[in-house]
């Protein structure tokens, strides 16, 4: 069967189902260095949105300080957004989220924010399962503050300087895994195609979906001895599967052989589309995730896919049965208690 089915690389309409064109998605100039993969990262963002008809003023945008925090002014410049303290944008958008979860809530972060700084923060996040998209933009160091390694650099890669990392790297998907996160995937800044379909399913997910794509710094960390570079990654590259996506208002037509693709259906009534490799991978077995992922840091090879893939987890939203309006809508008749529940209240007091 062709590509196609898989929806990779198909060619979008000039204008999406809203009547806007992918420049309505667009930001304001980057100025990252020429050739960062963070840059590739944001117009697979701007694509996703605008290929899944996602209103721009309907997009919240979260970030903390990095290069990689930087990017959110480089996508959707008709968003809301917060550029929050170092390490701090999940406590922000947990807020910002909680107030109105009606919003698409799209994260960036990198691998100082998130794996240093921001870990006890991330790691609630993903605990609490906030309804949003967290990319983590993965670079083993920090590029901002000139390339010093970060806690996802690979044990025994090289700085530019000839400084080698005796530490073990933190794998981000292993712990989003453990931490129960519905939804975990890796991507590869230079595997647009791929990152383009787990970006979809991301955003179609009702919970975090969290997606760690490596995005070599071609500034501090693309050299030889780098284990995080364009070169590298693309050379120890292990696809677990294909993955397509059909939204909800496609019919899908699968005619691969029986038991070679895997049909997930989303909550939104779209389908995320897994073509089996070389392995039968289950990405809705945690265990099968967590040795997969740890093989990989042994065999020293970068694992790209959907690693792990649970899309009936209740999110937070739903554990709260908040009402499907912003908060900050609702008048004072809808939010006061009624005056049986607060007699019963100070009954319970006496
Ligand atoms: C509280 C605080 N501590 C330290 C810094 C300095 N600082 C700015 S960005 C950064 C690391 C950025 O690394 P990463 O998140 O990996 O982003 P990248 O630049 O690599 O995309 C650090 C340590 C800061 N801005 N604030
Ligand atoms: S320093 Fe590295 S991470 Fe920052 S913009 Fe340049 S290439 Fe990208
Ligand atoms: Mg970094």
Redesign the pocket.
Known sequence: MAESVLKIGTEAPKENRLGLKATDYSGGKSTLCAGCG?DAISNQIIRALYEMNVKPEKVAKFS??????KTPAYFLSRSHGFNS???RMPAVATGAILANHMLVSVGV??????A??GLGQFMHLVRRNIPMLYIV???G?????KG?F?ATADHGSKLKSGVINDLPPMDLCALAVQLGCGFVARGFAGDPKQMINILKGAVAHDGLAFIDVI?P?VTFNNHEGSTKGYQYSKEHDELLHQIGFVPSYEQIEIDYEPGTVRDVEMHDGSHILLKKLEEDYDPSDAVQALQRLHRATVDGTMLTGLVYLQPEKKSFISLLNLVDRPLGSLNEAETRPPKEALEKIMRELM
Do not use: F, K, P, R
């Open positions: 963070h903390g300080i990095g290069c990689s925090s303290v170092h390490g972060s990198g691998d100082g924010d998130t240093s700084i933009e993965n670079n160091v920090y590029g901002l503050t010093q970060s995005s710094c």
